[in-house]
């Protein structure tokens, strides 16, 4: 079945400091990766996607994510944190099954950036 | 300027009073979708069009209705909603880029059910 975890259900990071929110996907086939940010009573926004190529993917706000296979992961990174970035963060990943790209959601992650 | 709009952001309804939420879209795309979302929780898919086709996912109960009367407008349309219908509905829109649909997403319409 074709799955997407994100192991962490929040991660709390200092403003200034890199952060890491971990996605890792079970699909069939090459997979297409998305992840979105969703600010509190907002929709969601996309930030980047995987569809081939450089596994290092950079995307809106200074954010990029990198497509390991052999891990299965598409880790989302951003190298200096802001108050900003405080969010709640979806991995998602094309349902290979369905049609005219329906996305399979991650449970979620809670970023939490303090000053 | 928004692309995919949603009216009303916040919608309150009783127990069992059919409800309307709309979605309008000036992106042109011929994929509009729907999706609930409880708090904390990630969006489930309701049901998607592909221009005019309409698709149903297996699980979405029956309560649960859409038009799609134009390409820029789509609407959901609870027919007697319960508490547990009580959540973020979002609306997404997308279209076929790079190889891949990138889906653009509503500000939600935020149902109570009293």
């Known amino acids: 079945a074709q799955s997407v975890a994100q192991p962490e259900d929040q991660v709390n990071v200092a403003e200034g400091n890199p952060l890491t929110v971990k996605c890792t996907y079970s699909v069939s086939g090459n997979p297409y990766l998305f992840w979105y940010v969703q600010y509190p009573n907002r929709g969601l926004q996309f930030l980047l996607k995987?569809?081939?190529?450089?596994?290092l993917v950079k995307g809106s706000y200074g954010f990029e994510a990198e497509f390991n296979k052999s891990q299965t992961s598409f880790h989302l990174k951003k190298p200096s944190a802001l108050v900003s970035d405080s969010a709640l963060y979806f991995c998602?990943?094309?349902?290979?099954?369905?049609?005219?790209?329906?996305?399979?959601f991650g449970k979620g992650t809670k970023l939490s950036v303090k000053p | 300027d928004a692309m995919v709009i949603q009216n009303p952001r916040y919608q309150v309804t009783q127990f069992g009073k059919p409800v309307t939420l709309s979605c309008s879209q000036t992106l042109n795309h011929n994929v509009m979708y729907w999706y609930q979302q409880k708090s904390s929780q990630a969006p489930k898919l309701l049901f998607h069009?592909?221009?005019?086709?309409?698709?149903n996912e297996a699980d979405t109960p029956d309560n649960f209705q859409s038009r799609r009367p134009n390409t820029s407008f789509c609407f959901l349309d609870i027919r007697s909603p319960g508490l547990g219908d009580a959540a973020m509905y979002l609306c997404a829109t997308s279209i076929l880029s790079s190889g891949a649909y990138e889906q653009f997403f509503g500000p939600g319409t935020r149902l109570t059910v009293l």
């Open positions: 998602a990943v094309r349902d290979m099954m369905g049609s005219q790209g329906n996305l399979i």
């Open positions: 069009y592909y221009d005019k086709d309409f698709n």
């Open positions: 995987y569809i081939t190529g450089d596994n």
